[in-house]
């Protein structure tokens, strides 16, 4: 069975030695990052640990910086790392949407050097809201070259930590609906936007959402994902947030769950596959 883990985060070894700089230069890096006991991670961190937990591949991004320019710099060491291990890591490309035609512009270039997709957004980091007109130029050009754009969604019940927001499953709902042509990762469970699947016009209006687990352990119960599954088995893809938490204890513990062989199938790599289009479903991946 394979296993391809839908949201982990690399950066450049340089940038990870100068950790304490960009705390400072970036205040919601910072803000994620400022406990030393927060990982970072290079290309080469994700290969010993994909090899550790037998996953096959992964897709990887840089983090949603809102200086551009720095997003370019996660991009093209992204995009170097799927050249030098292929069929790993599949890279996604990370922009600051507020920066309009020089964020299309840039998708468009990693979209041309072989990302798969475009994120992970983050909102409330980069300084925008998802209804924000700026939003739309880089919607197009997803739905345009058929890629999922991936969206940070909080939950906004529960316990508090650093990088909590206040994007949460209602502002991803509706991004959904003002551009249903645009295919959507609602990262962290959506913020729990599955459960309003069992509503049958929210449904039909989700329909081209799909939702990764990432960070799940720290927030939901394991039995979450038998009891999306039920509903929404097309639509949930395993994705463990790397190197917030280890790729080989997430997937024992959603092994462990007590999904069917044929849902855990679709959860570790058929609906991700799904997910991503047919120029990955017939590549290498």
Request: charged residues 20%; contains cysteine; hydrophobic residues 45%.
């Amino acid at each position: 069975m394979r296993v391809i883990d839908a949201h982990t985060h690399i950066l450049p070894r340089s940038m990870i030695d100068a950790r304490a700089e960009y705390l400072a230069r970036e205040r919601w890096f910072g803000l994620l990052h400022a406990s030393p006991r927060a990982r970072l991670a290079s290309a080469d961190d994700l290969i010993d640990s994909m090899d550790a937990a037998e996953i096959d591949a992964s897709v990887a991004f840089g983090f949603a910086f809102a200086d551009p320019e720095l997003c370019r710099l996660c991009n093209d060491y992204v995009l170097d790392a799927a050249a030098q291990w292929p069929g790993r890591i599949l890279p996604l490309a990370v922009v600051n949407p507020y920066d309009g035609a020089q964020a299309v512009r840039e998708a468009q270039r990693s979209l041309e050097a072989g990302a798969v997709g475009i994120g992970e957004l983050m909102p409330e980091g980069q300084g925008y809201t998802l209804d924000d007109p700026c939003m739309a130029d880089l919607m197009a050009l997803a739905a345009t070259s058929d890629v999922p754009v991936m969206v940070h969604v909080n939950e906004l019940v529960g316990h508090t930590y650093p990088g909590k927001g206040a994007i949460g499953p209602q502002d991803a709902y509706a991004l959904a609906c003002r551009y249903p042509r645009t295919r959507f990762i609602f990262s962290h469970w959506g913020g729990g936007l599955p459960f309003y699947e069992l509503m049958p016009s929210a449904r039909q209006d989700l329909a081209n959402v799909y939702y990764d687990t990432a960070a799940s352990l720290f927030l939901y119960d394991d039995r979450i994902f038998c009891e999306a599954s039920r509903w929404a088995p097309d639509k949930i893809l395993f994705g463990t947030d790397y190197p917030l938490i280890g790729q080989r204890r997430f997937l024992r513990r959603v092994q462990q769950v007590g999904l069917a062989p044929d849902q855990l199938e679709r959860v570790l790599s058929g609906n991700l596959l799904r997910a991503l289009g047919d120029t990955v479903r017939g590549g290498d991946a």
